[in-house]
């Protein structure tokens, strides 16, 4: 299977995203994926999954995950999710455990929007409330670093170091917002949220793009339409904005005619399509 990759200063996000048949977005180097909505064996070993919603597009391969990973006594993975899906998941998984009679490892973890969860050492990330048809959230990866506080940067190194001997700590952290994941959702998740709206890279749901479904219906299903981007195109700050989840409606070919003639000069340099290569 074909996959499509994204690369910003390094870090690379892979995977594949079609609407109503499968989403899974990896960053190995922070071993997590953002869904888990088709099954890729390779892709076992990550250790993070950041559950959008429970719509079996984005969390199919949830079941086979956990198995996979069990079988091979990998560690015990974590899942987070909206807080709401938590018990459902659990009893999901314990009836699959149950029919494979085999003993299911894994932690789910319900998160309320905001709340913070370290990735590994200079990052972290939040959900935050998105809008869709059944309870559902994005995320967004902070990356972290310490700088010197503003009281301390007229001080001698001598007086900082005297304070860091008396157990003061001369810095603070600094977070940036590194990337945000949709998920399925109205435009309003960006809209509303400073933090996706600057964050460097955006995965944006963009499921429909022209009038083979309009903004009503769009919004109706609880996604996002490209014309309503476009209307809202000076509220992007974002460097990278990788639109996602195109509906099945379109072939590739349209999916870049349409972009190419409907993006505002605005975006023009910073929006792509999360495509497989040579489509």
Not at 159 to 175: C, F, H, M, V, W
Not at 184 to 204: A, G, P, W
Not at 211 to 225: C, F, I, L, P, S
């Amino acid at each position: 299977m074909l996959t499509a990759s994204f690369e910003y200063k390094g870090t690379k996000f892979e995977g594949l995203s079609e609407g109503g048949i499968r989403t899974s977005i990896i960053c190995s180097s922070l071993d997590f994926m953002f869904d888990f909505g088709f099954i890729n064996p390779d892709k076992i070993h990550i250790g993070k999954i950041l559950l959008s919603h429970a719509h079996l597009d984005h969390s199919c391969g949830i079941p086979y995950y956990v198995s996979q990973r069990s079988l091979r006594k990998l560690p015990v993975p974590k899942i987070y999710l909206p807080k709401s899906l938590e018990p459902k998941m659990s009893q999901i998984l314990k009836l699959y455990s149950e029919i494979e009679d085999f003993d299911y490892q894994c932690e789910l973890i319900g998160l309320d929007f905001g709340d913070r969860v370290d990735l590994k050492p200079g990052y972290f990330f939040k959900p935050w409330e998105s809008f869709h048809r059944v309870p559902s959230q994005g995320y967004t990866v902070y990356e972290t670093k310490r700088k010197l506080k503003k009281e301390w940067t007229s001080l001698s190194s001598d007086e900082i170091r005297n304070k860091k001997d008396l157990g003061e700590d001369p810095t603070e952290e600094i977070s940036v917002p590194l990337v945000s994941f949709s998920g399925d959702t109205k435009i309003e998740y960006v809209l509303e949220n400073e933090d996706v709206r600057k964050s460097k890279i955006l995965f944006m749901e963009c499921t429909y793009y022209c009038d083979k479904r309009d903004v009503n219906r769009a919004r109706e299903w609880g996604h996002t339409h490209f014309d309503e981007i476009v209307a809202h195109a000076s509220a992007f700050e974002n460097e990278a904005i990788v639109l996602i989840h195109p509906s099945k409606r379109y072939s590739y070919r349209e999916l870049n005619d349409l972009l190419r003639k409907k993006v505002p000069p605005v975006l023009k340099d910073r929006v792509s399509l999360f495509l497989p290569p040579k489509s």
